[in-house]
């Protein structure tokens, strides 16, 4: 278009922006609390220890092993607040040794040393934390007869467990919208529940005719056996498995002597969790258990009846920790349009993760350790082992855990002369899961449930570790929220009463309402669609 003259008035004036008109929304408010995903940190230092007085001198350590705890177990965190948190705890250290005293036995130590930590967790949500502490590398040096280093490095990991909070759109008030649904799941921890049993047991040892004299070295690790959620109730069954190391006078002898024994053994104990009346009946989708067994201890004792008898007891307390997790079913409302006015809004998809299922399987390890050149094994004494790494990958119907182990084992020579072996096996499990899926979220908590040695030949000695794998997968999904709805005052296209359309590749239905400002059913009935329309399809569209 051009004019002779000037530019007439209202050829000048800007075209006009479209107006937003607020609308009243509803919203239907959910919340959950929910792990997030774990944090963890490594602190490494260290100390020097020395010989107790009433110990003799150091001329070799056979093995070293080590446990920590640590303060506090758990603490509210928060990200108003920059302050650190202050970790302090302390790490048991079992050391075996040889001696230079004529005694060929094996010595043992115990050692305590305390720990302090500041950790930056930099929590995005206030959260509840569970914190745990493992010896993830512990390394030792000779630096005289009294005195030896170590150098400890511990894995701190931090489990917060945030509220979230959803809103989901419901629609408008005093407005009526097509409004598309959709179905997502939400796993919630709903309830967390703490409680103890006590564990007071006696055994014999592994020679039941020798008499055990000391234990040099003492070890614990608990597992679940199976449980029963019932409306009222969780029902835990479960094995304390104790490895002992101890020396015992051997009376086959004609001259007393003392000798070395290792001796695994299996006590079972069954808890029973209440679950208070406001929650029961709930769809328990998931439920984990923790246990701690820091109090436990065995000692030697004499049978009260008859004196003569000697047995080991074990006694102290099993904590157990049950997080109780529901299952959420949400209708969400992904999309919406107006069949007058020109509806607008904003979406916000937030990731959210649901465990899909759990299950417990056993891996083992067979390695067969040439000895020295020269030496020559009369005996497999002691073996233990500690879990370095684990890894696991999906694949359908099964999930492949690997990871690596230490393995320390000592045998003793044809000298009576006491020796150690250590290796680094791999280890490769499967767990069957019938709804696992190859590319699938899924973690592994690996413990180890029993190590031993045996005697081959004198150049060859067997380690052997049975491990539990207690394995879980996850669903990650989508939570779709339509947020600042409103609707815009703009011209109206033109629109005709009626219309015929060709359906394009991928268009759904849906879609095909939506623009043209009429609903499924119409369409369905005026084209009297029982099926999906397909690619090419013509349809007849009626405003």
């Not at 590398?137 to 007869?145: D, F, G, S, V």
Request: aromatic share 8%; proline share 4%; net charge negative.
């Amino acid at each position: 278009m051009t004019y002779e003259n000037d530019i007439p008035e209202y050829a000048l004036q800007p075209a006009r922006a479209p107006k937003t008109i607020e609308a009243e929304a509803i919203y239907n408010t959910e919340k959950i609390v929910y792990p997030a995903e774990e944090q963890t940190v490594s602190y490494q230092f260290e100390e020097d220890i020395l010989v107790p007085d009433t110990k003799p001198d150091m001329r070799e350590i056979l093995l070293m092993d080590a446990a920590c705890d640590i303060m506090p177990a758990e603490k509210k965190v928060s990200p108003k607040t920059d302050d650190l948190l202050n970790i302090t705890g302390a790490i048991t250290i079992q050391t075996i040794y040889d001696s230079e005293s004529d005694d060929k036995e094996p010595v043992a130590i115990t050692s305590k040393v305390p720990y302090k930590y500041q950790w930056s967790l930099n929590p995005l949500d206030q959260a509840e934390g569970v914190f745990a502490c493992r010896v993830k590398a512990l390394e030792y040096m000779i630096i005289n007869e009294r005195k030896f280093r170590v150098k400890i490095t511990l894995e701190f990991s931090g489990q917060l467990f945030c509220e979230r909070e959803f809103q989901f759109f419901d629609g408008l008030r005093d407005e009526q919208l097509e409004m598309k649904r959709a179905e997502t799941s939400l796993t919630c921890l709903e309830l967390i529940k703490k409680d103890e049993v006590s564990i007071d047991e006696t055994f014999k040892g592994k020679d039941t005719n020798s008499k055990p004299e000391y234990i040099l070295k003492q070890d614990f690790m608990i597992t679940e056996n199976y449980r029963q959620v019932t409306t009222e109730k969780v029902v835990i069954n479960g094995f304390v498995f104790c490895s002992l190391l101890y020396s015992a006078a051997d009376p086959s002898e004609e001259e007393p002597r003392s000798v070395i024994c290792q001796h695994n053994q299996r006590i079972e104990f069954t808890q029973f969790v209440p679950i208070e009346k406001e929650h029961r009946g709930k769809n328990w989708n998931s439920v984990k258990t923790f246990f701690n067994s820091k109090d436990l201890a065995v000692v030697i004792e004499h049978d009260e009846e008859n004196p003569d008898e000697i047995h080991f007891r074990i006694k102290g307390d099993v904590q157990t920790r049950v997080e109780l997790y529901e299952s959420r079913r949400r209708d969400m409302i992904i999309d919406a349009y107006h069949r007058e006015m020109n509806f607008a809004y904003e979406i916000s998809t937030k990731k959210v993760s649901n465990i899909s299922d759990a299950a417990m399987s056993e891996a083992s390890i067979r390695e067969i350790v040439n000895l020295p050149e020269g030496a020559k094994a009369s005996e497999a004494v002691y073996c233990n082992a500690k879990i370095l790494d684990c890894e696991c990958v999906c694949e359908r119907g099964k999930v492949i855990v690997t990871g690596a182990a230490s393995c320390c084992a000592l045998w003793k020579d044809q000298d009576d002369c006491f020796k150690a072996a250590r290796i680094v096996p791999d280890f490769r499990g499967s767990v069957d899961m019938e709804k696992a899926v190859t590319g699938q979220k899924a973690c592994c908590r690996p413990l180890i449930k029993s190590a031993w040695v045996e005697l081959i030949n004198e150049k060859q000695i067997e380690i052997n570790c049975t491990i539990m794998l207690g394995v879980e997968t996850y669903d990650e999904g989508e939570v779709v929220l339509l947020e600042k709805p409103h609707f815009v005052d703009k011209p109206k296209e033109k629109e005709y009463p009626m219309v015929i359309v060709t359906m394009k590749q991928g268009e759904t239905l849906w879609e095909l309402a939506k623009r043209y400002r009429t609903t499924e059913d119409h369409i369905r009935t005026a084209n009297n669609l029982e099926d999906e329309p397909e690619c090419g399809q013509r349809l007849l569209i009626v405003k």
